[in-house]
Protein backbone atom coordinates (compact mmCIF):
# COMPACT_ATOMS: atom_id res chain seq x y z
CA UNK A 1 0.00 0.00 0.00
CA UNK A 2 1.56 3.54 -0.94
CA UNK A 3 1.46 6.54 1.64
CA UNK A 4 -1.01 8.21 -0.83
CA UNK A 5 -3.30 5.05 -0.36
CA UNK A 6 -2.66 5.16 3.30
CA UNK A 7 -3.14 8.66 4.18
CA UNK A 8 -6.56 7.92 2.09
CA UNK A 9 -7.66 5.47 4.11
CA UNK A 10 -7.14 7.13 7.35
CA UNK A 11 -8.60 10.27 6.10
CA UNK A 12 -12.01 8.01 5.23
CA UNK A 13 -11.45 6.77 8.65
CA UNK A 14 -11.36 9.89 10.39
CA UNK A 15 -14.43 11.53 8.10
CA UNK A 16 -16.03 7.98 8.80
CA UNK A 17 -15.40 8.38 12.66
CA UNK A 18 -16.09 12.09 13.10
CA UNK A 19 -19.76 11.59 11.51
CA UNK A 20 -20.29 8.74 14.41
CA UNK A 21 -19.51 11.01 16.34
CA UNK A 22 -21.50 14.11 15.11
CA UNK A 23 -24.97 11.39 15.65
CA UNK A 24 -23.60 10.72 18.77
CA UNK A 25 -23.53 14.14 20.01
CA UNK A 26 -27.22 14.67 18.59
CA UNK A 27 -28.70 11.54 20.19
CA UNK A 28 -27.09 12.85 23.51
CA UNK A 29 -28.57 16.48 22.94
CA UNK A 30 -32.26 15.25 21.98
CA UNK A 31 -31.61 12.72 24.86
CA UNK A 32 -30.46 15.17 27.31
CA UNK A 33 -33.62 17.68 26.48
CA UNK A 34 -36.14 14.87 26.82
CA UNK A 35 -34.30 13.96 30.02
CA UNK A 36 -35.12 17.59 31.62
CA UNK A 37 -38.31 18.16 30.45
CA UNK A 38 -39.28 14.95 32.15
CA UNK A 39 -37.37 15.84 35.45
CA UNK A 40 -39.02 19.05 35.36
CA UNK A 41 -42.52 17.59 35.16
CA UNK A 42 -41.84 15.19 38.07
CA UNK A 43 -40.49 18.02 40.03
CA UNK A 44 -43.45 20.11 38.84
CA UNK A 45 -45.89 17.22 40.01
CA UNK A 46 -43.92 16.94 43.07
CA UNK A 47 -44.25 20.23 44.39
CA UNK A 48 -48.20 20.67 43.29
CA UNK A 49 -48.90 17.39 45.71
CA UNK A 50 -47.34 19.23 48.65
CA UNK A 51 -43.22 18.04 48.08
CA UNK A 52 -40.47 19.54 48.18
CA UNK A 53 -38.56 20.67 45.06
CA UNK A 54 -35.75 18.26 45.17
CA UNK A 55 -36.03 14.49 46.69
CA UNK A 56 -31.75 13.87 48.18
CA UNK A 57 -32.02 10.26 48.23
CA UNK A 58 -33.48 10.13 44.47
CA UNK A 59 -30.23 13.06 44.08
CA UNK A 60 -27.48 10.69 45.65
CA UNK A 61 -29.11 7.43 43.72
CA UNK A 62 -28.47 8.86 40.63
CA UNK A 63 -25.00 10.24 41.39
CA UNK A 64 -23.95 7.00 42.73
CA UNK A 65 -25.31 5.26 39.32
CA UNK A 66 -23.17 7.87 37.31
CA UNK A 67 -20.38 7.12 39.24
CA UNK A 68 -20.28 3.29 39.49
CA UNK A 69 -20.37 3.79 35.60
CA UNK A 70 -18.22 6.49 34.68
CA UNK A 71 -16.35 6.96 38.00
CA UNK A 72 -15.64 9.90 39.08
CA UNK A 73 -16.32 12.17 35.88
CA UNK A 74 -19.81 10.35 35.96
CA UNK A 75 -20.34 12.36 39.10
CA UNK A 76 -19.87 15.60 37.26
CA UNK A 77 -21.73 14.04 34.20
CA UNK A 78 -24.44 13.86 36.62
CA UNK A 79 -24.63 16.83 38.21
CA UNK A 80 -24.61 18.75 35.38
CA UNK A 81 -27.53 16.63 34.19
CA UNK A 82 -29.47 16.87 37.11
CA UNK A 83 -28.87 20.90 36.80
CA UNK A 84 -30.53 20.57 33.73
CA UNK A 85 -34.03 19.16 35.19
CA UNK A 86 -34.28 21.14 38.42
CA UNK A 87 -32.21 24.07 37.83
CA UNK A 88 -29.03 25.40 40.22
CA UNK A 89 -29.82 25.02 43.93
Do not use: N
Not at 8 to 18: A, C, I, N, V
Not at 25 to 53: C, H, N, P, Q, Y
Request: no cysteine; net charge neutral.
Amino acid sequence: MSTTTADQTGTDELGELRGQIDALDAEIVRLWKERAGLSKRVGEIRMAGGGTRLVLDRERAILEKYRTALGEDGTQIAMLILRAGRGPL
